[in-house]
């Protein structure tokens, strides 16, 4: 069974920073896509950004390019959103999730493990 943990969220300022990480059980994680969601309160949750299962490919929402930075580490099984410039609208809980090949997938619904999420909250 895959674990994933997130940690790293908490409460900043607008214009702030977080990194967020997300730590996964078993010992082939480069051999899957990940990708980071996020879900405010009353909405769907989206996808924020993902990567590939080599890192050579990622994608980003139209909402935080040029503000988040997804990376991975392979030989630490973890994968980084590194979030800066933050906004209030970026207030959400903030999930990680494996896609079931290595590459990533616009879709909640082609993620097949979970986290348990972690919450950011940016004030104005």
């Known amino acids: 069974q895959v674990q994933l943990v997130e940690s790293g969220g908490g409460l900043v300022q607008a214009g702030g920073s977080l990194r967020l990480s997300c730590a996964a059980s078993?010992?082939?994680?480069?051999?899957?896509?990940m990708g980071w969601f996020r879900q405010a309160p009353g909405k769907e949750r989206e996808i924020v950004a993902a990567?590939?299962?080599?890192?050579?490919?990622?994608y980003y929402a139209d909402s935080v390019k040029g503000r988040f930075s997804i990376s991975r580490d392979n030989a630490r099984s973890t994968v980084y959103l590194q979030m800066n410039s933050l906004k209030p609208e970026d207030t959400a809980v903030y999930y990680c999730?494996?896609?079931?090949?290595?590459?990533?997938?616009?879709?909640?619904?082609?993620?097949?493990?979970w986290g348990q999420g972690t919450q950011v909250t940016v004030s104005s």
């Open positions: 990567i590939s299962g080599s890192g050579g490919s990622t």
């Open positions: 999730a494996r896609s079931p090949t290595s590459l990533w997938y616009g879709s909640r619904k082609s993620y097949d493990y």
């Open positions: 078993g010992r082939t994680f480069r051999n899957y896509g």
